[in-house]
């Protein structure tokens, strides 16, 4: 028995994230363009940066088309976690990206290469009011889901990133020190990497199939008992299908009486308003197999 309703509205903001991928895209044009002239590293990370981020773009963007395709008898939740797999394949490819610009920075910290600072300069600030633009794009939209929140950090990056490269431009016409591209290109690893790691480990966590942050289990479990008529829960499971999609099933013994008096539709819907009403993660999702005791007996050993 499960309850009667659809898998939820779902929100892509397709139409910020093709604003944010053709920004994103001439300026990754342009960034290639920059660092061949300039010969900066911060600028060339910078580059790399907006490459992976067009390419995340690119990969939410369809992600986001793919997540409005409705379900199928092969594929009951549609493309669903497609957001989830894009934003994990954004986070490990910014994480690799990050780990090149650190390694590459300590080696030009020791072997420093001569860099054209106005070059860096113009397209430091071209760099930046292209992320400025994305931001604006993208900034209403970021809390959708894990893919937006994704692509939002990265152009949070970006622009971060962008003026690294500028006041390394300012250092660099001012006092001559061209080290500060190598620091510079290492500061943006490092604004980089915590972030990926973060997404990663949301990625993770989703399609590990893992209880839905701020849901607790064992809190689940004491309050269906609590309900009167209920004997024992056991099967109990929860887990995200995709951001705002959080699902739940168990298996809940009922009085016997349950089952010859008609009093289990109503304690079916008691049990789903329960879960999705009374806890912070509210789940509206939710599956009850309702048994009488001792059919526990019957079924293979419950994993909860």
Request: charged share 15%.
């Amino acid at each position: 028995m499960s309850a009667g309703h659809d898998h939820g509205t779902v929100t892509t903001h397709r139409g910020r994230l093709a604003v944010a991928f053709a920004i994103t895209a001439t300026i990754l044009v342009a960034e290639v363009i920059g660092a061949l002239w300039t010969g900066s590293l911060a600028l060339l990370v910078d580059a790399g940066h907006m490459l992976t981020d067009a390419a995340g773009l690119g990969m939410a963007l369809v992600a986001a088309s793919l997540a409005l395709r409705p379900p199928t008898a092969e594929r009951t939740w549609g493309f669903r976690r497609a957001e989830v797999l894009a934003a994990g394949a954004q986070a490990a490819v910014l994480l690799g990206v990050g780990i090149y610009a650190f390694v590459e920075g300590v080696r030009r910290l020791y072997e420093p290469h001569e860099v054209s600072s106005t070059g860096l300069l113009i397209f430091g600030i071209v760099g930046l009011a292209g992320n400025i633009a994305s931001m604006l794009v993208l900034s209403s939209g970021r809390g959708a889901n894990l893919n937006m929140r994704a692509a939002f950090l990265e152009v949070v990056n970006d622009a971060l990133g962008s003026v690294a490269v500028i006041i390394s431009a300012i250092v660099i016409t001012t006092t001559g020190w061209v080290r500060i591209d190598a620091i510079a290109g290492m500061l943006i690893a490092a604004l980089i990497v915590p972030r990926a790691i973060t997404i990663l480990r949301e990625a993770g966590h989703i399609l590990l199939e893992s209880t839905p942050k701020g849901l607790e289990l064992d809190d689940v479990r004491a309050h269906v008992l609590a309900v009167p008529h209920v004997q024992d829960v056991h099967d109990l499971h929860a887990s995200t299908i995709a951001t705002g999609l959080p699902v739940l099933t168990a298996h809940v013994v009922l009085d016997e009486e349950c089952f010859t008096d008609g009093h289990a539709a109503e304690m079916l819907a008691r049990l789903q308003d329960c879960v999705a009403d009374h806890f912070d993660v509210s789940i509206e999702h939710s599956t009850f197999q309702l048994e009488p005791p001792g059919h526990a007996d019957r079924e293979h050993t419950a994993h909860a």
